[in-house]
């Protein structure tokens, strides 16, 4: 169930989308600048081409996720980056929030959402698991995790 006074919208201005992302990706476990991610380009980069979801309670930005869902071929969503600020952690607003980006790529016809996770970042992962996500492939570095969101795909 989606938290009542949450609100999710897809419209923001890249400024402002840019400067989110540069607060949240601290939060990440590794953080992506401590990885090299040049974080401009890279919000430019889902700005231009995912499908941003950026949630509110009243009028304060809670927190972020950008969604690729435009594989025909495949019918595999993936889940770039989802985020939420600290102080909103905890609240379900995270759930909300994948719940969304989910029914974005179902109404994109994906039938599974993709995404990949740092091993180090195991609050990412059990939420994940919790969510329903299972592991199908693992780096190094990081587990694949997929679920399938809509029943008659293959």
């Known amino acids: 169930m989606i938290n009542e006074e949450l609100e999710i919208s ?15 990706q601290s939060q990440i476990i590794p ?11 890279y919000a430019n980069k889902l700005y231009k081409n995912a499908d941003l979801l950026v949630a509110y309670k009243k009028e304060e930005i809670v927190g972020v996720a950008a969604v690729y869902a435009n594989d025909g071929g495949s019918r595999c969503a993936y889940l ?21 980006a989910e029914n ?15 091993k180090k970042n195991r609050r990412a992962l059990e939420f994940y698991i919790r969510n329903k996500y299972i592991q199908v492939d693992e780096t190094i570095d990081s587990y694949i995790l997929e679920k399938q969101i809509m029943m008659k795909c293959f």
């Open 10 to 24: 897809s419209e923001i201005e890249r400024d402002s989308f840019i400067k989110i992302i540069s607060d949240l």
């Open 31 to 41: 953080p992506l600048d401590e990885m090299g991610v040049d974080i401009k380009e």
């Open 80 to 100: 770039s980056f989802i985020a939420i600020y600290r102080k909103y952690q905890g609240r379900g607003y995270g759930t909300a929030l994948l719940n969304c």
């Open 104 to 118: 974005t790529a179902k109404k994109n016809n994906m039938c599974v959402l993709k995404l990949e996770v740092f």
